[in-house]
Nanobody
Framework: QVQLVESGGGLVQPGASRRLSCTAS????????VGWFRQGPGKEREGVSC????????VYTDSAKGRFTISRDNAKNAVYLQMNTLKPEDTAVYYC?????????????WGQGTQVTVSA
């Protein structure tokens, strides 16, 4: 069964950093471009970033540019989102999903997500 699992969320102070992890069961992420998404309180889910399959090319939405970095470790079957200089408006549930790089658009069933709360 294809399953994506996000982890690493939590309560962080404004200006702090956090690294989220995305792992998969039932398939290998190394054959897919992977995106990160988020859904803030009362908002629709939106794309944040995407990483290509093999050459490591990345794209970011304006809200993530300069602060977030997406990366992948195929040996660990994982994709990461390093988030720096977090702001209260980054508060959201964060999800990963297969995405047709460079388009940031989820293509398989969503996982549970991981909650990131940025608050003093």
């Amino acid at each position: 069964q294809v399953q994506l699992v996000e982890s690493g969320g939590g309560l962080v102070q404004p200006g702090a950093s956090r690294r989220l992890s995305c792992t998969a069961s039932g398939f290998s992420l190394e054959y897919y471009a992977v995106g990160w998404f988020r859904q803030g309180p009362g908002k629709e889910r939106e794309g944040v970033s995407c990483i290509s399959i093999s050459d490591g090319n990345t794209v970011y939405t304006d809200s993530a540019k300069g602060r977030f970095t997406i990366s992948r470790d195929n040996a660990k079957n994982a994709v990461y989102l390093q988030m720096n200089t977090l702001k209260p408006e980054d508060t959201a549930v964060y999800y990963c999903n297969i995405s047709p790089y460079p388009v940031i658009d989820g293509r398989v069933n969503w996982g549970q997500g991981t909650q990131v709360t940025v608050s003093a």
